[in-house]
């Protein structure tokens, strides 16, 4: 996982749907062009992070799983 990222969110311990909602609500405080690092613990994560950047057109720059820790990078679309 990249280290170059403008924001981080701490969502480990909350379950769907609350990683997305504050993932969402991170995003609009962002630019464009911006990376937000969103580290979770639900094991649903990855499919429900995949279809809200599908849905919302922001880019799932990558993923990754360790130890039951998922982290995702997210680029922030563009207006």
Same mark, same amino acid.
Not at 39 to 54: L, N, Q
């Given at each position: ?10 969502? @480990? ?8 909602? !504050? =993932?969402? !609500?991170?995003?609009?405080?962002? *630019?464009?062009? *911006?990376?937000? @690092?969103? @580290?979770? =613990? ?12 599908? !849905? ?5 720059? *990558? ?5 039951? *820790?998922?982290?995702?990078?997210? @680029?922030? !679309?563009?207006?």
């Amino acid at each position: 996982m990249s280290n170059a990222f403008d924001a981080d969110l701490d969502v @480990r311990g909350l379950n769907c749907p609350l990683p997305i909602l !504050k =993932t969402k !609500k991170q995003l609009v405080v962002m *630019e464009p062009g *911006e990376l937000l @690092r969103v @580290r979770a =613990t639900d094991p649903h994560s990855v499919i429900d992070f995949m279809a809200f950047c599908e !849905k919302t057109g922001n880019d799932l720059v *990558e993923h990754s799983e360790q130890d039951g *820790e998922y982290h995702f990078l997210l @680029r922030r !679309k563009s207006d």
